[in-house]
């Protein structure tokens, strides 16, 4: 089973629920695939131990109800339940600053301090259903 089977069945018995009932979900994804080797880290020995502590401090930053993704490669993602486009925006600039510190005190180069995200809603203005089961086909 791969590691994140469990988040994409989730993921998508929510797009059923927002169907059936008024409500939203949104999904953020975090790219921090550039950060490869233990040689670039300060304060952990490892990368498990580096994205352990990061888990622990976006757990921190989300809801009960929300889930986040194994971190697989550095990507992860996190599913927002019951949450609108606006909101999913708002935590998600709040939590890019958070990640931004938390690189800062433990990455050696400038160039890791960098947070690639997305966000994608449903509904949402722009994200169908489509888009949003694609962004979710889309986690390793």
């Given at each position: 089973?791969?590691?994140?089977?469990?988040?994409?069945?989730?993921a998508?018995?929510e797009v059923?629920?927002?169907?059936?009932?008024?409500?939203?979900?949104?999904?953020?994804?975090?790219?921090?695939?550039?950060?490869?080797?233990e040689?670039?880290?300060?304060?952990?020995?490892?990368?498990?131990?580096?994205?352990?502590?990061?888990?622990?401090?976006?757990?921190?930053?989300?809801?009960e109800?929300?889930?986040?993704?194994?971190?697989?490669?550095g990507?992860?993602?996190?599913?927002?339940?019951?949450?609108p486009?606006?909101?999913?925006?708002?935590?998600?600039?709040?939590?890019?600053?958070?990640?931004?510190?938390?690189?800062?005190?433990?990455?050696?180069?400038?160039?890791?301090?960098?947070?690639?995200?997305?966000?994608?809603?449903?509904?949402?203005?722009?994200?169908?259903?489509?888009?949003?089961?694609?962004?979710?086909?889309?986690?390793?």
């Amino acid at each position: 089973m791969h590691r994140n089977d469990y988040f994409k069945n989730r993921a998508m018995e929510e797009v059923q629920r927002v169907k059936r009932y008024p409500s939203f979900v949104s999904l953020l994804s975090l790219d921090l695939s550039h950060i490869t080797s233990e040689k670039e880290l300060e304060n952990f020995e490892n990368l498990s131990k580096f994205y352990g502590a990061l888990r622990e401090l976006i757990e921190k930053s989300i809801r009960e109800t929300d889930l986040i993704s194994d971190i697989y490669g550095g990507k992860i993602a996190i599913l927002l339940v019951e949450t609108p486009k606006n909101g999913a925006q708002i935590l998600l600039e709040r939590l890019k600053e958070s990640i931004k510190y938390f690189l800062c005190n433990n990455t050696k180069s400038p160039l890791n301090w960098r947070v690639p995200s997305k966000e994608n809603s449903f509904p949402g203005p722009n994200n169908d259903e489509k888009s949003f089961i694609k962004a979710v086909k889309e986690i390793n």
